[in-house]
């Protein structure tokens, strides 16, 4: 499969938990984008990283929310504490580079907060 | 910031035409478009780049006008597969950080 993995499919939290989600770009794709998307709303960027590299985590909380892609292994996006406001769709895309090239989206997180 | 699709939701029957516009208030090196079916991923349509281009393949295409800031998505002769929420990413940086719209809801029937 040379597509966009990511893992869980699904993920169940109870308030104050931590959780960690997977995201393994396609082959040869070194750029990796989260986006978190609401019960039937629009996607919101969160972080664009880069092998090793944060390049842009402005649409992450301050608090709580990190991310991070390792020279080897998945980009992990890592919530703590968890509280029920977190319980969202969390995608991640990969693309071949920055700037205007395609970003292609794995099947996505959905993770639930009780 | 976040890019106005217009209309927010359509309903053809199988065979019409719709256009989905995307405008945004800054300027844009990029305009990516995307098909999300309920519960599932977004799927890459097309990326429009800085220059004013249209693109297109089967029956789905797209322009570009970068003077405008503006961006429309054809879909001629729809199908029932077509159905979905349509969302533009603007680029307004060229680094890939996408601002998407809200969403078009297409809904097709037979």
């Known amino acids: 499969n040379a597509g966009v993995m990511q893992n869980p499919r699904h993920l169940v939290r109870r308030r104050g938990q931590e959780a960690r989600l997977r995201c393994s770009p396609m082959k040869g794709h070194s750029h990796v984008y989260w986006y978190r998307q609401l019960p039937e709303e629009g996607l919101k960027f969160m972080v664009y990283l880069q092998k090793e590299n944060i390049i842009d985590e402005s649409g992450m909380p301050k608090e709580r929310f990190s991310a991070e892609f390792p020279k080897e292994g998945p980009s992990i996006l890592r919530i703590q504490q968890v509280v029920r406001g977190d319980s969202a769709a969390y995608f991640c895309?990969?693309?071949?580079?920055?700037?205007?090239?395609?970003?292609?989206f794995g099947p996505g997180t959905r993770l639930t907060v009780t | 910031q976040q890019p106005v699709q217009s209309p927010q939701a359509v309903i053809l029957r199988e065979g019409e035409d719709a256009v989905i516009n995307c405008s945004s208030s800054k300027a844009l090196y990029s305009v990516h478009w995307y098909r999300q079916k309920h519960g599932e991923a977004p799927v890459f349509l097309m990326i429009l780049l800085k220059g004013g281009e249209q693109k297109g393949h089967d029956k789905i295409s797209a322009s570009f006008n970068e003077k405008k800031q503006q961006s429309s998505l054809y879909l001629t002769a729809s199908q029932l597969s077509y159905s979905g929420t349509y969302f533009c990413g603007t680029d307004p940086s060229n680094t890939g950080k996408l601002i998407f719209g809200q969403g078009t809801t297409l809904q097709v029937k037979p």
């Open positions: 895309a990969s693309s071949l580079g920055t700037g205007p090239n395609e970003q292609y």
